[in-house]
């Protein structure tokens, strides 16, 4: 309906312009948006406030210019109006809202698809977890965040290629070996001491029995041993990460390694292509680039002074690769603590040309964990942290996806266990799958009374008077625009709370019907069971739609 608005809009502008009726000028930057009042219309716009600069003139006037030059068909409107200091608001014909629900069942499954990406390639790096531990929250959220974005923007026409960083060569890597070494020579020497800054929890343990049950080490070449450890050590844990994800329902399309940029011999060569740009110079024995001039707050180091890499050497040869793939644009979703690696990144890119609005990053905010009113701070077998298994293990897969995506990824989390295990409408997801459910119940029972759903509702829809039902088609309108502006906002979150809306007002809706016979879905007046069977159902898809976008199943019992 936005859209359709939008474009009646600019039609009489340039009507009014090519008339002469207003001074012509660039389309100004106006709004079109639901009113919070019900009883200022359906959509108000700003519009004429937004010319009156331009046309020296009074808002209300030219709102009337525009009312009275404008063109539309079909009686789309049902009344229009001048408010407050130069709002026009508009009423759309009910007739119209229900051709929506045409559309809705027509489409089914691509209700809300769109090609608004024209097959824009981007290329959408997430989770990236260091293959030296398991998943933690964290993860979890970056993994439902950008998963949940990567089907969106495919949903509305961009081409997505879902990408995983493996930061596998440097002294992480290092450590984790001397961690599962340590942990092996304890079991011969207790007092053999562990590194200061190796990683704890079982599952170093279990990597220390499983790799001398697979390989018979050299005790007396430690160098070799630790080398082993850390290789198998890191295959091992990336299986772990793999099958976490694969759980979790998030697939990538491609695994990118650290060491191969090595191999390759890649970052040496972009180290060159820097040099000769003119941006590398050397002080104190290590290498620097020179990022301060592209919007950096200090240049950086990139090869230390013993000759070693920095990760900020790596990630410039690995985003300058993104580009030269042909990727029109990068998305990367990184944890909180990068903030202030995002302008090194970016200012890199921009010294090769590059734009800083081809890059970019969303940054995850801490996720907590609350058990019978006490934060759960750690994991039997992490040590540190409580895993993304452990959770799925606690309240599985639809309800870790759901919860991690009702908040803004820059908002931390609490997530309530106790609360998202409950069946009942305080669980967000629970009440939202509910509401699909209660649905399908309800055709069913239709179809055992010999009612089916109409293909259409042409000839009925009159039938749909409530104020609630209309109201309930104007919420479906909202899916599709919803879905673009989450393309362009990565607002992910946004739909969660949509649909919760959705299913709340669906709710409502049926509980009429408890109270009052003639206002259930299921009555004994067949056309008006057959129009709000169309209506129940147009509610159903944009529920199993949205749920399906979010990665979270949509039961037909619950």
């Known amino acids: 309906m936005k859209a359709r608005i939008d474009g009646i809009l600019k039609n009489t502008l340039s009507r009014c312009f090519e008339q002469g009726v207003l001074t012509q000028t660039a389309f100004p930057d106006y709004v079109i948006e639901v009113p919070n009042n019900p009883e200022h219309g359906h959509f108000a716009t700003n519009l004429p406030m937004t010319l009156a600069s331009s046309q020296k003139k009074n808002p209300r006037e030219i709102a009337s210019i ?35 629900l045409d559309r809705i069942l027509q489409s089914h499954e691509d209700y809300g698809r769109s090609d608004m990406g024209h097959g824009e390639k981007i290329l959408f790096e997430f989770v990236s977890a260091n293959p030296t531990g398991p998943l933690h929250l964290g993860h979890g959220r ?30 992480q890597i290092k450590i984790l070996g001397e961690s599962v070494w340590a942990r092996l020579k304890q079991k011969i020497d207790p007092a053999y001491a562990f590194p200061e800054n190796g990683y704890h929890g079982e599952y170093i343990l279990d990597l220390a029995d499983v790799i001398s049950r697979e390989t018979d080490l050299d005790l007396e070449n430690s ?6 450890c850390a290789e198998t050590g890191k295959e091992i844990m990336l299986k772990e990460i793999q099958q976490a994800l694969d759980r979790f329902r998030v697939n990538f399309d491609v695994w990118s390694l650290e060491s191969d940029l090595h191999a390759s011999g890649l970052l040496v060569k972009t180290l060159e ?61 990184w944890g909180a603590d990068h903030h202030g690696y995002v302008p090194r990144v970016k200012a890199a890119l921009v010294s090769h040309d590059i734009p800083e609005t081809w890059l970019s990053v969303l940054l995850i905010q801490l996720v907590k964990l609350w058990q019978d009113g006490r934060e759960v701070r750690m994991s039997k077998r992490a040590g540190s942290f409580v895993t993304l298994q452990e959770l799925l293990d606690e309240v599985g897969v639809d309800a870790a996806r759901f919860v991690f995506l009702t908040k803004s990824h820059d908002s931390p989390l609490d997530v309530d266990m106790d609360l998202v295990k409950k069946q009942d409408s305080e669980n967000p997801v629970y009440y939202v799958q509910y509401a ?19 293909d259409r509702l042409e000839g009925i829809s009159e039938q749909l008077a409530l104020k609630e039902e209309l109201a309930l088609i104007r919420t479906l309108s909202e899916f599709p625009p919803l879905l673009e502006n989450i393309c362009e906002t990565f607002e992910a979150h946004r739909l969660t709370y949509y649909l919760t809306h959705l299913a709340a007002s669906f709710h409502r809706y049926f509980n009429m019907g408890s109270k009052t016979g003639n206002l259930r879905v299921v009555t004994e007046d067949r056309t008006l069971t057959q129009a709000r069977l169309i209506l129940v159902s147009g509610i159903r898809i944009i529920i199993a739609n949205g749920l399906k976008l979010l990665g979270v199943s949509a039961p037909e019992k619950m």
């Not at 009312?67 to 009423?91: K, S, V």
């Not at 993994?143 to 995983?164: M, N």
Request: contains cysteine; glycine residues 10%.
């Open 66 to 100: 525009i009312l009275d030059n404008l063109r539309y068909e079909d009686d789309f409107f049902e009344r229009m109006e001048i408010a407050g200091p130069g709002f026009i608001n508009f009423t759309i014909r009910a007739e119209e809202w229900c051709h929506i």
């Open 142 to 171: 970056g993994a439902a965040l950008g998963d949940t974005l990567c089907r969106i923007l495919s949903f509305c026409g961009h081409e997505v290629v879902r990408e995983f960083y493996i930061n596998d060569a440097g002294l």
């Open 223 to 228: 160098h070799k041993a630790i080398d082993h």
């Open 273 to 333: 292509t820097i040099r000769n740009r003119g941006y590398l110079y050397e002080e104190g024995g290590a290498l620097w680039i020179k990022t301060s001039e592209f919007g950096d707050d200090k240049n950086r180091v990139i090869r230390k002074g013993d000759g070693q890499f920095t990760y900020f050497a790596s990630d410039i040869a690995y985003h300058l690769e993104k580009h030269r793939r042909g990727f029109t644009k990068a998305i990367n979703i």
């Open 436 to 454: 699909h459910a209660r649905i399908c119940s309800i055709i069913r029972k239709a179809e055992a009374e010999g009612i089916a759903v109409p």
